[in-house]
DNA sequence: ATTGGCACTCGTCGGCGCGGAGTGCCAAGG
DNA sequence: CCTTGGCACTCCGCGCCGACGAGTGCCAAT
């Protein structure tokens, strides 16, 4: 049937315009692959594919190269995944089995996903929608100035400094603290709001003002700030990228360095777990529209908490990559969900 | 006198090798600036300049770039400190005076830095060595596992998960808590090791283990950990560099992915809050031989707590970088200080 | 010590020709 | 109707050559 054959032909370009960094012709490929016709049926095919906009030659009388259009359709319905090697298995584990901290998790886990893929790799701290309050902690660092601590029971520290316009004495922190520990500690964060609503109102009217402020400070730490973190690495993975097209190497160093940006890569598709491609122009990221992001959700118990995925040009190893991210992932969730 | 003029020439084609990126020649030397000499005197002085290994030609018959050797005599004897521009000033004031809090410190002014020079730039968190204790907190999370909070002076706050090999209960968890509390809180980081030396002595025998190892993470945190963070900005300059080089983007960039380089670079030569410049080879980590770094530490009151720099190629301003590294160290340091 | 002159070196750039890889088309064959 | 071999055409990449120009080193004169 042609229609295969086609499709097949698209594989094939795809693997060896992934494997070659080189534009591939019609002689090339039979030789390599074993599709069991002849170079002029490949032409005829390529020409088909052209036409509808899977494919395209950087010159006349050059070979061809997939389009981003040509990897989405490869990435949809081509790629079969690519078991990890015995040997990435056995990094993956070693790798993170030693982590002790939250912090350290997420670095080593970002590390890891950075060097089997060779790719940058970007992990999103894990949201603290879900969780709950294991702790709060208020210290007075000067009479206007005290210091909002919030531990959650994902081991996560929050800290936040507060400035009241009335001075507090030690007395009136004490107070603030049991009350406001009283009232949060063991709830959700969601339900954070609803528990502090009106905790203002038991104090005394002069002692208003920097109760106000605690606990304005509280809900942006636990409801705005909730998942503003993301922690990248491999970075210098970009200098190969750079050996073709080298000037745009420096936007999407410029990108990188921005927060917001990062959480809109990872954020983007808040599709639970399921792991999500996006290539090429299908980024809107100005800057990054010449590369690809692989993204997938990680969970702490059966609960998505954040995602975490790589960044690299557009002819990546998408099976490869697809298959180290999920990995990770999966270890990285069986981690928080053991340290519970 | 010939060895001044000498000098001069060698301060021309620093700063002409500075500004085009192109090695510099007899003629244009004399053009661009007003020697008063032919250009043939200028062969002369820079014939003796080479054999004194501060100036180089990249081959027979192009113009001299200066040898690292000659950017050293540069800083040392010949450049003489830029002023900055009002627009600078300006800039840096309105940039670091919104920071509400020591991370937002340290990124506003990392990032502020980088872009005042359009280099890389780094700077260290400020030390623990010299300030106190001024709050700490244990959580507990499972039996076996607590988290441990020491919050500072400077209004940094560390944690660090401890496991034990025995169970504590809440009760137990709440007296290790205040023991401990009571020992280090408002004493110096330095003193913390003396105050908690007996402490697990005070405990009944099959406490012990629990106490010994809050001790030992209280030490690690204030003892080892006190000065580990560095963050960085600018990466995206490196483009900028690779230009001329390219394939030397690469080792730079996984040298400053690595913490331990990065605080090499900033601590090496702890030399109080005095300007240090490292020139290209005199660079001792490998990867960044063609690099320059300059550091400056910065003071909180007049205590040097910690240092900040840039770090950008051997053809670097280094006379309008060191004075925007001074600039910012001297501004964090101001806001440091107010904010105690 | 400085300077003008001069021969020499060498890297850069444009032009030229060639080989090779690749394409598109066409006519013949299953 | 699909496949295939043949063929003409395009165009990139490469090596070669020569001209140009910037820059140097040396030397003799001042």
Known sequence: MTEDRRLAVLRAIVEDYVATHEPVGSRSLVERHSLGVS?????????????????????????????????????????????????????????????????????????????????????????LTRSTVRHTELVGLTPTRALLVVITDTGRVEQRVVETSVAMDDELVAR??????????????????????????????????????????????????????????????????????????????????????????????????ALTVRIGHENEVEGLTSTSVVTVGYARGDEVVAQLGVLGPTRMDYPGTMASVRAVARYVGRILTEQQ
């Open 176 to 273: 603030i603290r049991s009350k406001v520990s009283e009232a949060v500690n063991g709830q959700r964060l969601v339900d954070v709001a609803d528990r502090v609503a009106d905790l203002t109102g038991t104090f005394e009217r002069d002692e208003r003002p920097a109760v106000a402020a605690v606990v304005a400070t509280l809900l942006e730490t636990v409801v705005e700030r909730h998942e503003e973190r993301v922690m990248l690495a491999g970075t210098a993975n970009l200098a190969a990228f750079g050996e073709d097209f080298n000037g745009a190497v420096r936007p999407v160093l410029e990108a990188l360095e921005e927060q917001m940006v990062l959480l809109r890569l990872l954020g983007e598709t808040r599709s639970g777990d």
């Open 39 to 127: 170079p002029a049926t490949i032409r005829n095919d390529m020409a088909a594919l052209e036409d509808e906009g899977l494919i395209a030659q950087p010159h006349t009388s050059a070979g061809r190269v997939p389009t981003d259009q040509g990897y989405r359709v490869f990435v949809d319905r081509l790629s079969q995944v690519k078991p990890l090697s015995g040997a990435e298995r056995r990094a993956i584990g070693s790798f993170l089995d030693g982590a002790v901290d939250l912090d350290d998790v997420m670095q080593r886990s970002v590390r890891l996903l950075s060097q089997l893929t060779r790719q940058v790799a970007l992990i999103q701290y894990p949201s």
